[in-house]
Structures are given as structure tokens and as C-alpha cells.
């Protein structure tokens, strides 16, 4: 029994249908020593993944503020093609929270794909002073808003 028949493996169907906010395939120099994909690469891109929902939702300059427990369910392959969906959760004034969940195939066999982890992410919108500073609200006909810096 392998990670992505074993019992905790979670098949996932229909990879593909919603489009990921990052997708990536993980290579040689993102591995332990027990040849699999360190924890912390997939906990970077999370984090990553996040953002770009946030932004999707009008926040325009994000510092990450927490993230939830992550438990890893199956292992990640060098060669794999691990894609992270974003879903939005919360807005509040200055803060957002997104949840990513990680789902990784083997390249050329998506339909071999399987549930990784999950997170959810509470990132706060600020200026470039680092202030938190409101998150306007984006509706479905307009864009997110550009950085609104000045030089």
C-alpha cells in the first residue's frame, strides 16, 4: 500500500473542473531525505495561493496574520502537479480569510489525483507602511482594484 492508495489517501474526482489559484510541479531540490516534498514548500505556496485569492477579493498589499492547523493526508512526488484551489471564507475590514486546499496527480494522470492538506489563511491588508488599511469591496462587475501605492 503507497500514499495515494493507502487508506488515508483521499481520492480526489475531477481535477480540473475548477481552476486553481497556483499550480505548480515540484521538483528535485524540493525534497527530505525520504525523497518526498517537504512540508514547508507546500506550506509556502499555501500561503501563496492565498494571496492571490485575497487580491482576487480587493485586497491590494497582504501580510499573513495566521494559518490553521495543516494536517498532510498523502505525500507529494517529485514530478508531481500539485494545484491549490482558493476559496474565500471571510471579509472583514482590514482582514480576509481565505481556505487552499492542495491537490496533487501525477503529471499526465490527473485523474490519479489526491487530496493533500488544507489551510485556512487570515491575512491582513495594509498600506506600504505596513498599516492595515480597509479592503474595499469588489463586486462581480468590477475588477480588483490595482496597488494603489505611489512612488
Known amino acids: 500500500m503507497n500514499a495515494t492508495t493507502g487508506p488515508n489517501a483521499a481520492?480526489?474526482?475531477?481535477?480540473?473542473?475548477r481552476e486553481p489559484a497556483i499550480r505548480v510541479t515540484l521538483l528535485p531540490r524540493d525534497t527530505n531525505p525520504?525523497?518526498?516534498i517537504f512540508g514547508g514548500v507546500i506550506l509556502a505556496y499555501i500561503d501563496q495561493a492565498g494571496a492571490v485569492v485575497a487580491h482576487q477579493h480587493g485586497a491590494a498589499r497582504v501580510v499573513t496574520v495566521a494559518m490553521d492547523k495543516v494536517v498532510f493526508h498523502a505525500p507529494v512526488y517529485v514530478g508531481d502537479l500539485v494545484s491549490f484551489y482558493g476559496e474565500l471564507v471571510r471579509i472583514g475590514r482590514t482582514s480576509i480569510t481565505v481556505k487552499v486546499t492542495v491537490e496533487a496527480a501525477p503529471l499526465g494522470a490527473p485523474g490519479e489525483g489526491r487530496r493533500v492538506t488544507e489551510a485556512v489563511?487570515?491575512?491582513?491588508?495594509v498600506d506600504r507602511y505596513g498599516v492595515p488599511t480597509p479592503i474595499p469591496r469588489v463586486t462581480g462587475d468590477s475588477p480588483p482594484p490595482e496597488t494603489r501605492e505611489t512612488s
Do not use: A
Request: glycine content about 20%.
Open 34 to 36: 525520504h525523497g518526498t
Open 11 to 17: 481520492k480526489v474526482s475531477g481535477m480540473g473542473e
Open 121 to 125: 489563511i487570515t491575512y491582513v491588508n
